[in-house]
């Protein structure tokens, strides 16, 4: 602290005129001493970014508190989807996408990233999921894709609510980003009519079956299906959709189902979902249902498609919708 410099006052004997008594000038009191220096108010150190999250246990705290988990946050997308799994189970696939662009650029370099995801059931009693090795996922990239690499893991579990975490890492186990939800996995074992999730899918073939008990990312029965990340697909390529049909009835005759299924398709103007003629597809037996649907004559803009199943031994119903968007 630099000293402080004070000035001392000089006091001199006054010349008092002849015949003029003298008088004394009192002694001057003693100056008073300098008031202490203060210290300047102290300032806060300039705020850090948030150190991310070195364990899977940090970044699920990290999403769960909605805290920020990255110096960077890279754009990904993914897509969770519920069937009937064996013995009363749920399976829930998850499929994730990203661009290896975006990764360059929080990484600095050419690099894969590290994946994961975490389902925590949230009832008693419930079991945790983790998904964190490279080997937990398999890629299936659509062939001819130029931007996205597409990855999927997945799991039987049971049904029931749980806490859903995904996230994508880059090398050193920083979180580059994540996100997490509350989800339900639904319960396909009741006694009447029940849908899977819809798939859009963006690629469906043909594959060897398996006779494996173990299911195998991106493989349903004899097919390969890849999933669209992102809803939104330009209108050279048709809409596609996969899903399962559980519970039907059987036809006492025949030991089959009868199965009536109805597409609609509406779309969005003025902020409202418009529909247009529905298309009925009856007496349906097969139960695994693959739905393809030219659209290249069609306005670009939003739509929603709505798949309702009647079983038409039991007269029972279910539906399921899904948005999309054509460019």
């Known amino acids: 602290m630099?000293?402080?410099?004070?000035?001392?006052?000089c006091l001199c004997?006054?010349?008092?005129?002849?015949?003029?008594?003298?008088?004394?000038?009192?002694?001057?009191?003693s100056p008073a001493p300098p008031a202490p220096a203060t210290a300047p108010p102290a300032t806060a150190p300039p705020a850090t970014a948030p150190e991310p999250p070195r364990s899977l246990d940090e970044a699920l705290q990290a999403l769960d508190q909605g805290r920020s988990t990255s110096f960077k946050e890279v754009p990904f997308e993914y897509v969770l989807e519920f069937h009937e799994a064996a013995d009363k189970?749920?399976?829930?696939?998850?499929?994730?996408?990203?661009?290896?662009?975006?990764?360059?650029k929080v990484a600095g370099g050419d690099v894969t990233p590290q994946m994961f995801v975490c389902l925590r059931g949230l009832a008693e009693s419930a079991m945790r999921y983790d998904f964190v090795e490279p080997t937990d996922f398999a890629e299936g990239t659509p062939a001819g894709s130029s931007d996205m690499r597409v990855f999927q893991t997945g799991t039987a579990l049971d049904p029931g609510p749980y806490r859903f975490s995904v996230g994508v890492w880059v090398p050193g186990r920083a979180l580059a980003g994540g996100r997490s939800e509350q989800v339900v996995a639904p319960n396909f074992t009741s006694s009447t009519i029940e849908l899977s999730s819809l798939t859009?899918?963006?690629?469906?073939?043909?594959?060897?079956?398996?006779?494996?008990?173990?299911?195998?990312?991106?493989?349903?029965?004899?097919?390969?299906?890849?999933?669209?990340?992102?809803?939104?697909?330009?209108?050279?390529?048709?809409?596609?959709?996969?899903?399962?049909?559980?519970?039907?009835?059987?036809?006492?005759s025949s030991g089959k189902p009868k199965l009536d299924i109805t597409y609609t398709v509406y779309q969005k103007k003025d902020g409202k979902f418009?529909?247009?003629?529905?298309?009925?597809?009856?007496?349906?037996?097969?139960?695994?249902?693959?739905?393809?649907?030219?659209?290249?004559?069609?306005?670009?803009?939003?739509?929603?498609?709505?798949?309702?199943?009647?079983?038409?031994?039991?007269?029972?119903?279910?539906?399921?919708?899904?948005?999309?968007?054509?460019?």
Do not use: M
């Not at 630099?2 to 006052?9: E, G, I, M, S, Y």
């Not at 008990?213 to 809409?239: H, M």
């Open 89 to 104: 189970r749920t399976y829930a696939s998850v499929t994730l996408g990203f661009h290896p662009e975006e990764i360059r």
């Open 274 to 327: 418009l529909p247009a003629s529905p298309q009925t597809i009856r007496n349906q037996s097969n139960q695994v249902a693959i739905y393809e649907l030219p659209v290249a004559t069609w306005p670009a803009g939003e739509f929603k498609i709505q798949v309702q199943v009647r079983d038409s031994i039991s007269n029972a119903v279910a539906s399921r919708e899904l948005l999309f968007e054509l460019r």
């Open 200 to 252: 859009l899918a963006a690629s469906v073939e043909r594959a060897a079956g398996s006779e494996s008990p173990f299911k195998r990312p991106f493989i349903w029965g004899n097919f390969k299906i890849i999933p669209r990340v992102l809803a939104s697909f330009p209108r050279q390529e048709p809409l596609r959709l996969y899903y399962q049909i559980y519970n039907a009835a059987p036809e006492p």
């Open 2 to 9: 630099r000293p402080l410099l004070v000035a001392a006052l």
């Open 13 to 29: 004997p006054l010349l008092t005129p002849p015949g003029v008594a003298q008088q004394t000038a009192p002694a001057p009191a």
